[in-house]
């Protein structure tokens, strides 16, 4: 099957051959190179679940199931990584050393809507199983696995099922027994959505974490309300899979709507202030200790009042965190849900609170104003963040993000 299905093969984006190579024998810089497309299309096809939904983590597993070279089979694949947050696909291709025959020689990042990267992987796979078929293999492990995982996709239960094990960072049938039907009666009390970002967070400890976090808001939770300006700050109906803005632009874009409702124009959002418009005791957001949980959040009661939970230690942490929360519950709509969950993942959701909580605390209009007059120091860095009672790292973060074109000088931007 290697030798019916061997090919010449080049991967592109944005118009640039990310399997460029400087074949050393041959002498020559070409842009294919020839693989198994067997090889490849089945590390797609039984991947296909944890690369479609499963966030970044520091894992083993994970770099076997996100980048390309685990693919084996002796060949010397290029060293690209598929990164998803479950709305894009970040697509990372580094060079490699001259260790073989040939040597990759791109270094490029670039991001695909999640919708572009299933097209993508079906058009590699698809063709691979069809020259099978036509060889006369149709009963080989590749395409009886391609038409489970076709069918998986196509049915809805079995659609939600493996995206739960992806998200908690388990193959497909490989997750503990009974996580996957904690996390569906979980999801049944406290939403579907909630409980993804739960098992993106904590993997086989999720349905302990909820209970934790249940917990600690019986004993410790706050009642929240969000200003009734905020009814008026919406994203607009667009399915983010198939959208061309990214998580963290539209958490930037709902953050300068809410501070235009509040009217705040690049005055600093005070802790007086936030708690006040949240009614909840100031003290809550000064507090300089937190309950030890893995994640923090809100939920919707019983009475329909929403009530919130800080797990983290510092004051400005909480105020971060309390930023968060309000971005996720206007980002959500209708609250349909029970838990708005602020984790430690790396999904499409979370991104875009951390973007909200950025542009809400700490707004990039305030980079241009204060810093127009010369280069960005180290002492002005300092003065930004004490002035609207944020992390440095924050304003770091902010300026080497969001305005990269102003000079710096004095510290590592």
Not at 143 to 158: A, G, Q
Request: charged share 25%; aromatic share 6%.
């Amino acid at each position: 099957m290697e030798r019916a299905t061997a090919a010449e093969l080049s991967i592109v984006a944005d118009g640039l051959y990310l399997t460029e190579v400087d074949d050393l024998l041959a002498k020559t810089v070409r842009s294919r190179v020839r693989l198994s497309g067997h090889r490849l299309a089945g590390w797609l096809a039984q991947n296909w679940w944890r690369l479609r939904w499963e966030p970044r983590s520091e894992t083993i597993g994970w770099r076997l199931a996100h980048r390309l070279p685990a693919a084996g089979g002796g060949f010397v694949w290029p060293d690209i990584t598929f990164d998803t947050d479950g709305e894009r696909v970040t697509i990372q291709a580094r060079q490699t050393r001259a260790s073989s025959a040939i040597r990759y020689l791109v270094d490029y990042d670039t991001t695909v809507a999640a919708a572009d990267f299933e097209r993508f992987v079906d058009g590699l796979v698809t063709p691979v199983v069809e020259r099978l078929r036509a060889m006369g293999h149709a009963d080989a492990n590749l395409v009886l696995l391609w038409s489970e995982v076709l069918e998986e996709r196509r049915d809805p239960h079995l659609s939600r099922a493996r995206k739960l094990e992806a998200m908690a960072g388990y193959d497909p049938d490989e997750a503990p027994e009974g996580l996957i039907d904690g996390l569906f009666s979980l999801a049944e009390e406290w939403g579907h959505q909630a409980v993804e970002e739960v098992a993106a967070a904590s993997g086989s400890r999720a349905a302990a974490d909820v209970g934790k976090l249940a917990e600690a808001l019986s004993r410790n939770g706050v009642s929240i309300t969000l200003p009734a300006e905020f009814a008026r700050v919406r994203l607009g109906d667009v399915t983010p899979s198939e959208a061309p803005e990214k998580p963290w632009e539209r958490g930037y874009r709902l953050a300068e709507q809410a501070r235009a409702q509040l009217g705040l124009g690049t005055d600093p959002l005070g802790t007086d202030r936030l708690a006040e418009m949240l009614d909840m005791p100031v003290d809550r957001l000064r507090a300089s200790s937190g309950e030890g949980l893995p994640f923090g959040g809100s939920v919707r009661g019983d009475d329909g009042r929403l009530h919130a939970l800080l797990s983290k230690p510092h004051p400005q942490a909480r105020r971060f965190e309390t930023a968060r929360m309000i971005g996720d519950l206007i980002a959500s709509g209708d609250l349909s849900e029970r838990l708005y969950p602020t984790t430690r993942s790396v999904t499409a959701r979370q991104k875009l609170q951390r973007a909200f909580a950025a542009e809400l605390l700490f707004p990039v209009a305030a980079v241009h104003e204060r810093c127009a007059g010369g280069p960005v120091d180290e002492e002005m860095v300092t003065a930004l963040a004490d002035d609207y009672d944020v992390s440095p790292l924050l304003v770091e973060h902010t300026i080497r993000n969001r305005a990269p074109d102003l000079p710096t000088s004095g510290f590592g931007i």
